[in-house]
């Protein structure tokens, strides 16, 4: 009896690691979300109020880490797509600069 055989793909590494740093970055935000409320969840019985400093030491530090995570993705991602090419050829009149709109010679 002869066994079926399995189509096994392999991706390619760099592809994969590139998807998935950008899921990752998609994801951020969410996770963020969910970090900043949580000191809003937590309920604390032995006093009325929150203890105000800890919690705003808690948001600026996860604001932070938030932004470095973001940059650190956004150089990996940067590395991975290349960077970015300046369009090829003069600008179009409209976009060439300047207050007064050109006028295309007359057809002789």
């Known amino acids: 009896m002869k066994l079926p055989s399995r189509n ?3 991706l390619a590494r760099d592809g994969y690691r ?3 740093l950008m899921d990752a970055a998609r994801i951020l935000p969410v996770i963020g979300l969910v ?3 949580l000191p809003l969840m937590r309920q604390d019985s ?3 109020s929150p203890p105000t400093a800890s919690e ?3 948001l600026f530090v996860v604001w932070i880490g938030l932004v470095v995570t973001a940059f ?6 940067r590395r991975t797509l290349g960077p ?3 369009p090829v050829g003069p600008l179009p009149p409209h976009q060439a600069g300047g ?6 010679p007359p057809d002789q």
Do not use: E, K, N
């Open 84 to 86: 970015l090419r300046p």
């Open 46 to 48: 032995g006093t009325d």
């Open 18 to 20: 590139m998807r998935r």
């Open 56 to 58: 705003a030491v808690y």
């Open 35 to 37: 970090l900043l409320l």
């Open 72 to 77: 650190v993705m956004s150089l990996g991602l």
């Open 8 to 10: 096994i793909q392999f």
């Open 99 to 104: 207050d007064t709109p050109t006028v295309p």
